[in-house]
């Protein structure tokens, strides 16, 4: 079956870094999309970084930019997130997504069960 597996978060200090992990399994994950998303308490999930499947081409949201880093390894199906310069308003679950569009137009979407990420002196 499909499986999202985050690891590499916890508590960190602010001006400190984390590297996110994000195993996958049971889908071709070359063929997919992935990104990073986070929900703070009380909030939306937001799009943090995202990767494509062919290119590697990556985008951030603007809070993130020059902080974090995304990438993939699609020889072990894997995605990370490096973070670094962390803030407190960093602090949120950290979901890793696949997402992909078949021809048909169908778009196939799994989720990770998340990695708490705090920021806290």
């Known amino acids: 079956q499909v499986q999202l597996v985050e690891s590499g978060g916890g508590l960190v200090q602010p001006g400190g870094s984390l590297r996110l992990s994000c195993a996958a399994s049971?889908?071709?994950?070359?063929?997919?999309?992935m990104s990073w998303y986070r929900q703070a308490p009380g909030k939306e999930r937001e799009l943090v970084a995202a990767?494509?499947?062919?290119?590697?081409?990556?985008n951030y949201r603007d809070s993130v930019k020059g902080r974090f880093t995304i990438s993939r390894d699609n020889a072990k199906s894997t995605v990370s997130l490096q973070m670094s310069s962390l803030k407190p308003e960093d602090t949120a679950v950290y979901y890793c997504?696949?997402?992909?569009?078949?021809?048909?137009?169908?778009?196939?979407?799994?989720w990770g069960q998340g990695t708490q990420v705090t920021v806290s002196p």
């Open positions: 990767i494509t499947s062919i290119g590697g081409r990556t």
């Open positions: 997504n696949a997402e992909r569009r078949a021809p048909s137009g169908r778009t196939y979407t799994y």
């Open positions: 049971g889908f071709t994950f070359s063929t997919y999309a």
